[in-house]
């Protein structure tokens, strides 16, 4: 039976730590499927508004030559997602390992033989991050100057 993997983020502002995690997956699995979550669910679930809309993260994932699919996340349901793709492993940052929401993954999937897998976060570069400077960058262009609270510390 081919190895099917799921690796969903919004990959917004793409960068190496998006990049090391669908490295990783691939090879973990035969088929890897990129799930992009939709601008509505991160709006929704995050609070955040991606800098780069859904049909841009999508093309710049799909031309990641670790993943084999790049489909858009309609909903933050991974179960849901899991009842269209049934794929057998799901990959996530290990941010989540040990929180109350990577143990309701774990739990949630065990019941369909589906082996989550976390994967070292990238601490030196992520998306909040980016977003930080893009808005400092913003604050000085604007000459209001830059807010020290949204400084990056390297």
Request: glycine letters at 8%.
């Amino acid at each position: 039976m081919i190895r099917i993997g799921y690796a969903p983020g919004a990959y917004d502002l793409f960068h190496i730590g998006h990049l090391n995690l669908l490295r990783r997956a691939k090879e973990h699995c035969e088929y890897l499927i990129a799930g992009v979550v939709s601008d509505e669910v991160l709006i929704q679930h995050k609070g955040v508004t991606p800098v780069i809309p859904l049909v841009e993260r999508l093309e710049i994932v799909r031309n990641v030559r670790f993943v084999d699919a790049a489909l858009p996340a309609l909903t933050n349901d991974k179960v849901e997602i899991w009842k269209d793709l049934r794929f057998n492993v799901l990959f996530k940052g290990n941010d989540w390992q040990g929180t109350a929401k990577g143990d309701k993954l774990e739990r949630d999937f065990a019941t369909f033989g589906v082996e989550v897998i976390y994967f070292p976060y990238t601490r030196s570069t992520s998306s909040s991050a980016l977003r930080r400077t893009l808005k400092n960058i913003d604050a000085l262009a604007s000459g209001a100057g830059a807010d020290p609270t949204l400084q990056h510390a390297a």
